[in-house]
């Protein structure tokens, strides 16, 4: 079984910063793209930031210069620094791994997997 675990969430000052984890554990093979969604109450989940096995990144515009999406691929983990942090990045942060091929239970599958998700909070 794959599963993610996040870590970093927590309370912290605008212009502070963060740092989150993502672990991918389980008898995994390959892991396309990882990335980091965000949801606010009473807002959609939204992309953050995501990077290819490759090391190719994508932003949000509203994180551009900011946060810094980086991965180990040896670890199957994917971190987010989170610089400068404004009231408004206040969100529950989830972890996601996109085409994770993986055996489960004995049969190879590629499917997405999602965290359970750590709490962000900015104060002003």
């Known amino acids: 079984q794959v599963q993610l675990v996040e870590s970093g969430g927590g309370l912290v000052q605008a212009g502070g910063s963060l740092r989150l984890s993502c672990a991918a554990s389980?008898?995994?093979?390959?892991?396309?793209?990882m990335g980091w969604y965000r949801q606010a109450p009473g807002t959609q989940r939204e992309l953050v930031a995501d990077?290819?096995?490759?090391?190719?990144?994508n932003y949000a515009d509203s994180v551009k210069g900011r946060f810094t999406i980086s991965r180990d691929n040896a670890k199957n983990t994917v971190y987010l620094q989170m610089n400068s942090l404004k009231p408004e990045d206040t969100a529950v942060y989830y972890c996601?791994?996109?085409?994770?091929?993986?055996?489960?239970?004995?049969?190879?599958?590629?499917?997405?997997?999602w965290g359970q998700g750590t709490q962000v909070t900015v104060s002003s």
């Open positions: 389980g008898m995994i093979f390959s892991i396309d793209a």
């Open positions: 990077i290819t096995s490759r090391g190719s990144t």
């Open positions: 996601k791994a996109d085409k994770t091929v993986a055996r489960v239970k004995g049969v190879m599958i590629a499917t997405d997997y």
